[in-house]
T-cell receptor
Framework: NAGVTQTPKFRVLKTGQSMTLLCAQD?????MYWYRQDPGMGLRLIHY???????AKGEVPDGYNVSRLKKQNFLLGLESAAPSQTSVYFC???????????????FGPGTRLTVT | AQRVTQPEKLLSVFKGAPVELKCNYS??????LFWYVQYSRQRLQLLLR??SRESIKGFTADLNKGETSFHLKKPFAQEEDSAMYYC?????????????FGKGTKLSVIP
């Protein structure tokens, strides 16, 4: 199993350009997440999805949109990139939470995005 | 609101010395806490979780509800322990569960 994969690995954008980051998982997980990682800020949740066709906002959703058309894929879009969106983006997936336990999140390798 | 605090951005210890990475949390409900680790050029991965009460790679962490802490400890640091460590708290919201991460502590083990 490949686990969680992300494409592309690196990308440089100019301010105002758009792009889509793709996350794919082969573990049949219901939940998927997009985070950004910035120095000194840790990981912050952008958007998440609890199942195919559903998405919800996280802590820092502004400037991003997401779609979950297929269970195994979770797309993160930047419609008009800004330098403040320069970051490393991580996707994660997990099983649904049970009544008594939260399951481990499995992370992708990350996408390093630079906006100039 | 939930919050996770890791007071040290960087922690340097000598090989063989004890390690303690601090984590404090605030949460009104019953917390589930995790430690995730990110080795250089690798993805984040789960190191341990408080409900498992197990030792992974020599690391242990005990949930102290009175002090609202979940410190990560290892009696003898190894060079391969050098990495970024994140403490995370799980909470329920909108039918899902989410993780709130601390800002991370970079552990550097000096040979």
């Amino acid at each position: 199993n490949a686990g969680v994969t992300q494409t592309p690995k690196f990308r440089v954008l100019k301010t105002g350009q758009s792009m889509t980051l793709l996350c794919a998982q082969d573990m049949n997980h219901e939940y998927m997440y997009w985070y950004r990682q910035d120095p000194g800020m840790g990981l912050r949740l952008i958007h998440y999805s609890v199942g195919e066709g559903t998405t919800a906002k996280g802590e820092v959703p502004d400037g991003y949109n997401v779609s979950r058309l297929k269970k195994q894929n979770f797309l993160l879009g930047l419609e008009s990139a800004a330098p403040s969106q320069t970051s490393v983006y991580f996707c994660a997936s997990s099983r649904p939470q049970s009544m008594t336990v939260s399951y481990e999140q499995y992370f992708g390798p990350g996408t390093r995005l630079t906006v100039t | 609101a939930q919050r996770v605090t890791q007071p040290e951005k960087l922690l340097s210890v000598f090989k063989g010395a004890p390690v303690e990475l601090k984590c404090n949390y605030s949460y009104s409900g019953s917390p589930e806490l995790f430690w995730y680790v990110q080795y250089s050029r690798q993805r984040l991965q789960l190191l341990l979780r408080h409900i498992s009460r197990e030792s992974i790679k020599g690391f242990t962490a005990d949930l102290n509800k009175g002090e609202t802490s979940f410190h990560l400890k290892k009696p003898f640091a190894q060079e391969e322990d050098s990495a970024m460590y994140y403490c995370a708290l799980s909470y329920s919201g909108a039918g899902s569960y989410q993780l709130t991460f601390g800002k991370g502590t970079k552990l550097s083990v000096i040979p």
